[in-house]
Every structure is written in structure tokens, then in C-alpha cells.
């Protein structure tokens, strides 16, 4: 399974989050929130200085990018459970 | 009773209160560990409203009437500036609805976004390659 990060944060600063945090998956830019948008999940206003970003949310497509899980947590402290999106996972 | 005493609990609060609010946007909500749970900070906020609580009792205390207006009015900023930033750091209760978020069984949407090294990143095209799926993770991000 393939995994693709989204966040309003330029190239630079993500390439700083990646690198510390070791990740190893993409990690995309949409400064201008045009796929944030695209998929109804921006927070207005939310960022720093009044700037649009995204609530947080997950999705996992099949390979045929039908949608088969999504998490969209009405609480921002309570994280998706990792198991509920492996067992997800492992019936693609 | 010194009358020129200086009333160092209320003034140091005072300056504690922008101190502990800014610094946790500034500095403190880049990392993760004092970003979720602003610890350092609430730490410093209560350092602060402990100290504006004694400064504003050694106000009254004294037959001062500008002392207890001003000390008054010390308290109530700082107070007005802790309730700020529990509002500004605490945005959990603050998330959209997101109806229009696709949906189970409906396809995401297509797109191309640059990657950290300015390369251009298709989902289409991660979805070819990729027989055991795609996970898609959107997060909020540093401001």
C-alpha cells in the first residue's frame, strides 16, 4: 500500500517535517488548497494569519481509486485507529 | 506599610501572560510534543495566573485606589489573554462538517501536486502502481 501526504505547507517545508520525522512517504503541497478544496475537507480560516487548510482526514483508495475507508474525525485529539484502517486495508 | 513596594507578582505575570501566549506559536507549536498537549505553556499560563492572583491580592491589601483599579485591570487582560489562547490552540472543537468529502464507494478525485522536491506527484499515476491501494493522509500542517 501506498501512502501520499497533503498539507498546505510549501515544498521547503515539508522537505523540513520529512526529514526530521524520517518520513519516507510523499509528502504533497497544495499552498492554494485547490485538492483540499476539491475534496470538502478545508478548514477555513483555520491556519495561522486566517490561511485555509485542510481538517484533518484519511482516505484509502482501492487501485482503482474508489474510496473503501475514510476517516474524518469530528475531534481533532482522537486519532484514527491504526487498526480499524489495516483491517480496512487488508481486504483490498 | 511601604506604599512604594513594588507589586513584582502582578507585573511579572503580566508580562508572563504574551510571553506564554506567544511563545507557543512562535516556537513551542512546531514540535509535536509541545504542540498537541501545549504543556509548557499551560505550565506558564498557570505560573502567571498564580502570580496575577497574588499580585492582585497584595493590591487590595494596601488603602491604594489606583493600586486595586490598576491591578484590576492587570488581571483582567491577563486573564482575557490566558481565554485567548485556550480558543487558539485548542481547535479541536472547531473541525467542519465536510459533508462533501467523497464518500465510501465513490472515487477520489484526481490530482497532481508537487512532491518536497518540487516534482510533480499524480494520484492516477500512484494508483497504476500501487495494486494494494493508496492511502491519502491530509493533514492541517505548521501554519
Same mark, same amino acid.
Not at chain 1, 18 to 43: C, E, F, M, N
Not at chain 2, 36 to 45: A, C, E, K, M, T
Not at chain 2, 62 to 89: E, H, M, N, Q, W
Given at each position: 500500500?501506498?501512502?501520499?501526504?497533503?498539507?498546505?505547507?510549501?515544498?521547503?517545508?515539508?522537505?523540513?517535517?520529512?526529514?526530521?520525522?524520517?518520513?519516507?512517504?510523499?509528502?504533497?503541497?497544495?499552498?492554494?488548497?485547490?485538492?483540499?478544496?476539491?475534496?470538502?475537507?478545508?478548514?477555513?480560516?483555520?491556519?495561522?494569519?486566517?490561511?485555509?487548510?485542510? /481538517?484533518?482526514?484519511?482516505?484509502?483508495?482501492? /487501485?482503482?481509486?474508489?474510496?473503501?475507508?475514510?476517516?474524518?474525525?469530528?475531534?481533532?485529539?482522537?486519532?484514527? /485507529?491504526?487498526?480499524?484502517?489495516?483491517?480496512?486495508?487488508?481486504?483490498? | 506599610?511601604?506604599?512604594?513596594?513594588?507589586?513584582?507578582?502582578?507585573?511579572?505575570?503580566?508580562?508572563?501572560?504574551?510571553?506564554?501566549?506567544?511563545?507557543?506559536?512562535?516556537?513551542?507549536?512546531?514540535?509535536?510534543?509541545?504542540?498537541?498537549?501545549?504543556?509548557?505553556?499551560?505550565?506558564?499560563?498557570?505560573?502567571?495566573?498564580?502570580?496575577?492572583?497574588?499580585?492582585?491580592?497584595?493590591?487590595?491589601?494596601?488603602?491604594?485606589?489606583?493600586?486595586?483599579?490598576?491591578?484590576?485591570?492587570?488581571?483582567?487582560?491577563?486573564?482575557?489573554?490566558?481565554?485567548?489562547?485556550?480558543?487558539?490552540?485548542?481547535?479541536?472543537?472547531?473541525?467542519?462538517?465536510?459533508?462533501?468529502?467523497?464518500?465510501?464507494?465513490?472515487?477520489?478525485?484526481?490530482?497532481?501536486?508537487?512532491?518536497?522536491?518540487?516534482?510533480?506527484?499524480?494520484?492516477?499515476?500512484?494508483?497504476?502502481?500501487?495494486?494494494?491501494?493508496?492511502?491519502?493522509?491530509?493533514?492541517?500542517?505548521?501554519?
Amino acid at each position: 500500500m501506498r501512502v501520499i501526504a497533503i498539507s498546505v505547507d510549501t515544498p521547503a517545508d515539508s522537505r523540513n517535517l520529512a526529514q526530521k520525522a524520517h518520513y519516507t512517504y510523499p509528502i504533497l503541497s497544495d499552498v492554494d488548497t485547490k485538492v483540499i478544496d476539491r475534496y470538502g475537507i478545508t478548514h477555513k480560516g483555520a491556519g495561522m494569519g486566517g490561511h485555509d487548510v485542510a /481538517r484533518p482526514a484519511e482516505f484509502l483508495l482501492d /487501485r482503482n481509486g474508489v474510496v473503501r475507508w475514510r476517516n474524518l474525525t469530528e475531534d481533532l485529539r482522537v486519532r484514527a /485507529r491504526p487498526e480499524d484502517m489495516l483491517a480496512a486495508a487488508r481486504k483490498l | 506599610m511601604n506604599e512604594r513596594r513594588f507589586n513584582w507578582p502582578l507585573w511579572i505575570g503580566f508580562i508572563l501572560t504574551p510571553v506564554a501566549f506567544l511563545s507557543y506559536f512562535v516556537f513551542f507549536a512546531k514540535f509535536p510534543i509541545t504542540r498537541d498537549v501545549p504543556w509548557v505553556n499551560l505550565i506558564l499560563f498557570a505560573i502567571a495566573v498564580a502570580l496575577l492572583f497574588a499580585g492582585i491580592r497584595r493590591a487590595y491589601a494596601t488603602p491604594s485606589t489606583a493600586r486595586k483599579v490598576i491591578a484590576t485591570l492587570v488581571v483582567v487582560i491577563g486573564v482575557a489573554i490566558t481565554a485567548a489562547f485556550v480558543y487558539a490552540a485548542y481547535p479541536g472543537s472547531r473541525v467542519p462538517q465536510s459533508a462533501s468529502a467523497p464518500a465510501i464507494g465513490s472515487h477520489a478525485p484526481d490530482f497532481t501536486l508537487p512532491d518536497t522536491n518540487n516534482q510533480p506527484v499524480s494520484l492516477s499515476q500512484t494508483l497504476a502502481s500501487a495494486p494494494k491501494g493508496v492511502l491519502l493522509v491530509f493533514y492541517r500542517g505548521y501554519w
